[in-house]
């Protein structure tokens, strides 16, 4: 089995805002799995919150987000999202059901459905040890690289 590239070999993120550690499995343009491992050294959560540190929920969100950026991204050759990038345009539906602190692993999965030339549509879960965290229905855009600002 070949291995698959490293987040930051297909994202344009980097630390600290990476928050996807390593891709598990891919489907390109489909679906993938990945996880975060949260260390407790992460900033945020010197502040949020002192005394009981919790991964902030939009986190959790931005962590599926980009591993279902990774999806589409490393299954666009020939297709409508060749040469772009995925940005987010909205989410629906979004449940926290259990903290996220320092020292747990955040297992992520996201499941892609359409994809059009402008935008695309996924749902996306991460859960610790089994025991689901945050889903989100994502709604994102493709925007041409170059009307990103450097």
């Avoid at 902030?56 to 666009?76: D, H, K, N, T």
Wanted: hydrophobic residues 45%.
């Amino acid at each position: 089995m070949t291995a698959l590239p490293r987040p930051d070999a297909v994202l344009p993120h980097r630390p600290p805002f990476l928050l996807l550690d390593e891709v598990t499995a891919l489907v390109p343009g489909a679906s993938a799995r990945g996880h975060w491992h949260l260390s407790g050294d992460e900033a945020f959560f010197a502040g949020h919150f002192p005394g009981r540190p919790t991964l902030p929920g939009v986190l959790m969100l931005e962590a599926i987000a980009q591993l279902g950026a990774y999806a589409v991204l490393q299954g666009s050759e020939g297709t409508p999202a060749a040469g772009r990038l995925p940005l987010f345009g909205g989410v629906d539906g979004v449940r926290f059901r259990r903290q996220v602190v320092p020292g747990d692993t955040l297992e992520l999965e996201v499941e892609l459905g359409r994809l059009s030339a402008r935008a695309g549509k996924g749902h996306g879960r991460a859960t610790v040890g089994g025991e689901l965290a945050c889903e989100a229905d994502l709604l994102f855009v493709l925007v041409d690289r170059g009307e990103v600002p450097a």
